[in-house]
Structures are given as C-alpha cells and as structure tokens.
C-alpha cells in the first residue's frame, strides 16, 4: 500500500506561500464574509449573500450526489442559497457550453465537472475560438467509484486491471478489418485519462491500436449493447447497470489503477466567485455537509434513492447502491464485499482539492496532447484551485483538523502497474512513460 505522505512537499510549498502572499487580501475578505453571512455559526439564516440564486449543472452520475443531496435536504435553503438550482446536463459538451453563457445566458454558473476540464476552460482549449473562460474549483467532489467496462464477446480475453489480454484480440480484429472502439466522456477528462493509462499499461497505444470515441454517460449502456464499442470508461452507476443487464464485464475499478484516485470537482466561473464570495463561501459550506452526509455508509441508501428518482437519474436504486456500498459484482465471476475501493465523498480527504492531483491531470493532458508542452503548469493551478476557500469554508463548519490536510500535496502517488508520480517531478514521471503523444 502507498504510503501518504501529508507533508509539504518542496515545489508546493513554495508556490503556496507566493500563491498566500498574492491571495492574503482574497483569503481575509473570505473570511469575513463568511463571518458577515454567518455571525451565528456554520448554519445561520444566510441573510446578507449577495444573491440567493445559484445555477449548478450535474451528470447523472452517482458522483454527483453531493449537489443533488445540498438540494434534496435543504442545505442550499439552510445558507441563504434558497434559489439555487441544480439541473441535468446532457453530456460534458453541454456542460461546457452552458458554463460559456453562464446564468445571465441561461446556461450555468457552475457545475459537477471532470476534474481537468475548468484547465481546458481556463486555457481556452476546448471553447469556441479558444476563448478563454476563466474557472476556479472549489472542492473535489469524490475520489474512485469509476469503472473500466468491456462488452460480453471479450470476456475470454481475461482482462482485469491488467489489459494485455486485449492486445491480441484487438489486432486480431483489425486484421478482420473491424474498428476497434474504446468510448470515454470528454477528450481530456478524467475517463479518457483512466482508458488511455489503462491501455497504454498493456501495450495498446490508445492512438493507433483503438478508436478512442467519445459517447455521453448515460448512453454508456445503450451504445454497448447494440455493439458501437468494445469497452467503455464512466462513472457509476453505469458499470453496474451494463452487468446487470448482461451487456459486459467490468474490467476494473479505477481504484484499482491508482487507490483513492481524485474525480469530478465542484468548479464555477472565476467571475461568479469574484462577484460573490459570501454566496460561495455559503454554497462551498453547504455542499461539504451534502459530502459528511453521503459518506455515512447509514445514508446510502437513502441516497440512492433520491439520486435514482426520475427528476434526477431516472435509474433503480439497485444500480447505484451496491457499488456505493462496497459491493462489486464485475460480472465475470469476480464479487467483492466491502471494497475499499469504494467512491468516496469525505473520507481520507476526498472533498479536498489537492494540488499535487491536479498536476497529474495536467502532466497526462499533457502526455497525449491536449495542452501545449510549454504550459506552465503550477502557475495554472494556482489560478484555477482555490483550496483557501475550502479550508474557510470546513473551518467556518467545524471540521476537525485531524479531517484537513496539512498540505496541498499528498506526496509521491504509485500506480498498479508501477509508475511512481512525484509532484516535485512531473517531467522525470511523463519521460518515464513509454506511448504517448508528446516526444
């Protein structure tokens, strides 16, 4: 098991105390609007927010529990944000394009969001004329609980979290001249990093040996099923609808390829944050308690059920609990109970924004040519993580000190096949990977 290191790390600490210097007029102002909004605690009538209205998008995915349950619970109402809205985007593309007209557009303010995409957004480099929309994440709001789904023709080719099986199928079927199509979410996002890394770890070069597809989460299974692709990378509770209806198999849980790996983020426009820091400060509050809430293994239940009615899923509740519980059934012959591996809202720092994660989404959208090589990429998250808001806002709720990390780098990360990710050294790392893009 990798050892967690909570210590600063040499190259963050550095940075953070630039970053603390430059933002100690911001993180101040933060701190007294939250004592502005909330002279009587954590959960005080938020009277004083500069607007009581906030728009949110999600994917109907288990991940993004927390906004749903800041919702169903009352907790945006608890904090003055008694208009917020929280509303189904179709696919990552529209999230996107929502986020570009934002509110005043009628699209959103912010959103449920793959990690790596308000980088893209801020760069420019997935927007209309490559427009730059500055974003900013506020908290990371899970880590695991994806999966790695391959369709029922496969399963003689054995793979697990070790592809090689594949190889030779694959070639064996481009040889027969078919297409050999792997589908992820968003080029750039977290599930086309999860496919590529799993690929490129058995030899298959996601550029050559496959066509990687791009296909919306909820219409994962569908495609599978009338066999648009071979395998397929999303987040739950998609993996386990495709067992349970006998389309496919999971391969394996992302967890399996890096353990309490970081996934989606809350992220908003830089310029809704600027113009409301207490409306943030109450909104980052109340989805941290929706975060607390969701990880009592006592309330899954009750949060399947709600995330599985049909104004927000439209999904049985018997597709998002097992898995939310720990409970993995691949569909190959393989069941795992209490897996640790689980998707995880709070525990073992998971709503904490660490920035040692978001340079390893970088530094791998940097490996398959999603960013220019030239990126700086510190000075980039020090634009875009605002992990300051997050200590104000679990300090403004009572968060124990034990439950904050000390750092925002959790150190050196190893993955199943080996890699080792040092944040100091993001370069030796990306030399050390064999196909990829970049030279």
């Not at 040692?356 to 998250?381: C, M, N, Q």
Request: hydrophobic content about 45%; proline content about 6%; glycine content about 8%.
């Amino acid at each position: 098991m990798t050892t967690r290191n909570h210590t600063t790390t040499p190259g963050f600490s550095r940075r953070r105390l630039l970053q603390g210097t430059a933002r100690l007029g911001g993180a101040a102002a933060t701190i007294a609007a939250i004592r502005a909004a909330f002279p009587s605690g954590a959960f005080a009538e938020g009277s004083g927010l500069e607007t009581a209205k906030v728009a949110l998008g999600f994917i109907a995915l288990t991940d993004s529990a927390p906004l749903i349950i800041a919702k169903e619970k009352g907790l945006f109402d608890k904090v003055g944000l008694t208009e917020a809205s929280v509303a189904k985007q179709a696919s990552w593309a529209t999230t996107r394009d929502n986020l570009v007209l934002g509110s005043a557009g009628g699209g959103i303010d912010g959103a449920h969001i793959l990690t790596p995409m308000p980088y893209l957004l801020t760069l420019g480099t997935i927007t209309a004329e490559n427009r730059p929309l500055p974003m900013q994440i506020l908290c990371r709001l899970n880590t695991n609980g994806q999966a790695i789904s391959v369709a029922k023709e496969l399963m003689p080719a054995g793979a697990t979290v070790d592809a090689t099986g594949l190889k030779a199928a694959f070639a064996d079927m481009k040889a027969k001249g078919q297409e050999v199509k792997c589908a992820v979410t968003f080029p750039g996002g977290t599930h086309d990093l999860w496919m590529r890394y799993w690929l490129a770890a058995a030899g298959i070069d996601p550029n050559k040996d496959v066509s990687t597809i791009v296909v919306p989460p909820p219409q994962m299974v569908a495609n599978m099923k009338v066999g648009n692709m071979q395998a397929f990378c999303v987040g739950e509770p998609w993996g386990d609808q495709l067992v349970h209806q006998g389309i496919g198999y999971s391969a394996c849980t992302t967890g399996e390829l890096w353990k309490d790996h970081p996934e989606k983020s809350l992220a908003l426009r830089a310029d809704w944050i600027d113009a409301h820091p207490k409306a943030v400060a109450a909104l980052l509050q109340a989805v941290l308690e929706a975060q607390r809430w969701a990880e009592k293994p006592e309330n899954k239940e009750e949060m399947a059920q709600i995330i599985g009615r049909r104004a927000w899923f439209n999904v049985p509740p018997a597709d998002i609990l097992p898995r939310s519980l720990g409970t993995i059934d691949y569909g190959d012959g393989r069941k795992v109970e209490n897996s640790p591996l689980l998707m995880k809202y709070w525990q073992d720092f998971a709503s904490y924004p660490f920035q040692s994660h978001e340079l390893w989404f970088l530094t791998e959208d940097r490996r398959w040519g999603y960013i220019a090589p030239d990126t700086d990429l510190k000075a980039l998250i020090a634009k875009v993580n605002r992990e300051d808001l997050w200590r104000a806002a679990a300090q403004a709720i009572g968060v124990a000190a034990a439950e904050i990390p000390t750092s925002p780098s959790r150190g050196k990360e190893t993955f199943f096949d080996g890699k080792v990710f040092d944040p100091d050294a993001p370069d030796a790392y990306l030399a050390s990977l064999a196909i990829k893009t970049v030279a």
